[in-house]
């Protein structure tokens, strides 16, 4: 069971744009940064979204996150079939004094 | 540009040891921590631990203190992680990644190619 919580699955159409959610707590989202990673099959994960809402040089600006309270979430435009990955979640939780994940979505481009 | 790169795979049996390299290139490696992150099959991002490059300093995760040790090289620009008494649910890819920590929380920018550990007898 994860700390931050997200859908398994998501779907949507190519061109269409797609959220995912994340909620968490007053201990790790109400009050630290969210951080987003997206990760291929066999690969490494790719940082794509931090500090909340910053996009790290590189990375398409197809890609958002945005905040509010105790969840977050990522958004992605003008969806691409390369855009097909699991997507992660994470944020730094006071009680654990240590950062915590989401268990992932996995985005299915239709 | 900046690289992580971690050592090869291993398979190792039920209660011994593993270690992991980690070397890093493309940056002053003493200006940022290394985080370790593991992922079991087919399962998603587990945190290790943190250590500070610029003077050693660490915070292990909760589920792995007292068998896990993480290290740095400033030398070779190289992190180590070493985790103990190995049981078969240790089975997972081990990664190194490039941690920046603000008052706020933290992130890995830069992540290695991962480390396939095995535990099986």
């Known amino acids: 069971q994860s700390v931050l919580t997200q859908p398994p699955s998501v779907s949507e159409a190519p061109k269409q744009r797609v959220t995912i959610p994340c909620s968490g707590s007053s201990s790790n989202i109400g009050s630290n940064v969210v951080n987003w990673y997206q990760q291929f099959p066999g690969k490494a994960p790719k940082l794509i979204i931090y500090y909340d809402d910053l996009l790290p040089s590189g990375v398409s600006d197809r890609f958002s996150g945005s905040k509010s309270g105790t969840s977050a979430s990522l958004a992605i435009s003008g969806l691409q079939s390369e855009d097909e990955a699991d997507y992660y979640c994470a944020s730094w939780d006071d009680s654990l004094n240590g950062p915590v994940f989401g268990g992932g979505t996995k985005l299915t481009v239709l | 540009q900046v690289q992580l790169v971690q050592s090869g795979a291993e398979v190792k049996k039920p209660g011994a040891s593993v270690r992991v390299s980690c070397k890093t290139s493309g940056y002053i490696f003493t200006s940022y921590g290394i985080s370790w992150v593991r992922q079991a099959p087919g399962q998603g991002l587990e945190w290790m631990g943190w250590i500070n490059s610029y003077n050693g300093n660490t915070n292990y995760g909760q589920q792995f203190r007292g068998r896990v040790t993480m290290t740095t090289d400033t030398s070779t620009s190289t992190a180590y992680m070493e985790l103990r008494n190995l049981r078969s649910d240790d089975t997972a890819v081990y990664y190194c990644?490039?941690?920046?920590?603000?008052?706020?929380?933290?992130?890995?920018?830069?992540w290695g190619q991962g480390t396939l550990v095995i535990v099986s007898s």
């Open positions: 990644a490039r941690d920046t920590t603000v008052t706020t929380g933290n992130w890995f920018d830069s």
